[in-house]
Each structure stands twice: as C-alpha cells, then as structure tokens.
T-cell receptor, first 112, second 118 residues
C-alpha cells in the first residue's frame, strides 16, 4: 500500500461514455497531481492542485475534467475520449513536492 | 526551469553484472534529487533520494546514487543486478529556487528501461 489509492485499476470505455477516475490520499499532503503515461512516451503532467486549487493545466483537452473537492481527494472526469487517450493515468501527492511525490498504482484506461 | 536528462533509454545487462543508469540535470543552486522505479502496470515507487548531507545515498535493495554538484549528475548504480531489478527507472529533480506554487515541483527524466537477462 503506497498511501495513495487509485480506483479503478482498469477501465475500458467507449468513446461516448462518461467515467471518472478517483484518487485518495491520507498522508497529510497538500498537493495532488494527475499524470498520463503512454507507451514509449515520457510522463506527461496534466494537472496540479495545491490546497484544492488548480495551479497548473498543461494544455489538456477539455474532455478531461479534474475535480479536487478537498486536499485528500482528486478526480478525473472523462467524456467523449479518443482511442489515443488510452494510457496509464497516475495520481500523485506531495507536501509541495519538497520531499518527492507519492504515486498511486495507476488506472489503466482503454478507450474502444 | 529545470530539465532532467537520462542519457540511456534502454540498458540491457546480464544477471550479477554491475549497472549504472545516468542522470544529469540543469544547473541550480539548490535541488533535491530522486530516483523512482516503476514495475510493469504499477505506479512509480521512490527508490532513493538526496536531500542534504552525504552525497552518496543508498536504497534498501542495494542501489546507490551519488550527487555530484560540479557535474550536475545523480547517477544510479548497483554492483550486482538481479532479474527482479528489471523495471523502468526515473530520475527526478525538485527545484528549491522556483517561486510560488512551483516551489519543490518535480521534473522527471524520460526514463531508462533496465532489462536484466539470465
């Protein structure tokens, strides 16, 4: 158990579906992150939240919609995705990154 | 802004051989340095970190890394690898000079896939 829990671990969705990824941490961290990891590509930082406020959006398409209701929970709402969005989505948390990030196990997303 | 370069995208080695995974970062006065390991279909796990003090840091499974400020490097080494070390390894840098919400933000390298052959 890494301290950061992601659900579901696997998700298959059609291009017209709406689904959500969930991330939860009880480490007392105040920053949370969404990363996308595609095969043979570097880690892509998608969103950053500090103290529940979004502080970074790296030109992510609007079909990805993050939500951070409190410092312990982070969601990624998905709708009308494309097959190229299939990837491993990783959530992480930190104490402002000073001592590194703690990652969840990821959600393997397949868009069909 | 910080940048991190992992010089090798793939490193194949035989079991019980030594290995070095190279990492260089752009110059900065104050940084924290990290190595993460990722096994297939899992998240990244912290392997070791340099925050301050001794420039040589060790992990519990025999890896070590040395912070070299003059060469802005943080190479990862293991004197004898096992099959179970097969994974992808990521070097990361935390920039303590960045202001505002970028303070302490991690910048990751592109990753190095270590494959240990029997």
């Amino acid at each position: 158990e890494t301290g950061v829990t992601q659900t579901p671990r696997h998700l298959v969705m059609g291009m017209t579906n709406k689904k959500s990824l969930k991330c939860e941490q009880h480490l007392g961290h105040n920053a949370m992150y969404w990363y996308k990891q595609s095969a043979k590509k570097p880690l892509e930082l998608m969103f950053v939240y500090n103290f529940k406020e979004q502080t970074e959006n790296n030109s992510v398409p609007s079909r990805f919609s993050p939500e951070c209701p409190n410092s312990s929970h982070l969601f990624l709402h998905l709708h009308t995705l494309q097959p190229e969005d299939s990837a491993l989505y990783l959530c992480a948390s930190s104490l402002r990154g000073i001592y590194g990030y703690t990652f969840g196990s990821g959600t393997r997303l397949t868009v069909v | 802004a910080q940048s991190v370069t992992q010089l090798d995208s793939q490193v194949p080695v035989f079991e019980e051989a030594p290995v070095e995974l190279r990492c260089n970062y752009s110059s900065s006065v104050s940084v924290y340095l990290f190595w993460y390991v990722q096994y297939p279909n899992q998240g990244l796990q912290l392997l070791l970190k340099y925050l301050s003090g001794s420039t040589l840091v060790e992990s519990i499974n025999g890896f070590e890394a040395e912070f070299n400020k003059s060469q802005t490097s943080f190479h990862l080494r293991k004197p004898s690898v096992h099959i179970s070390d097969t994974a992808e390894y990521f070097c990361a840098v935390s920039d303590l000079n960045a202001g505002g919400t970028s303070y302490g933000k991690l910048t990751f390298g592109q990753g190095t896939i270590l494959t240990v052959h029997p």
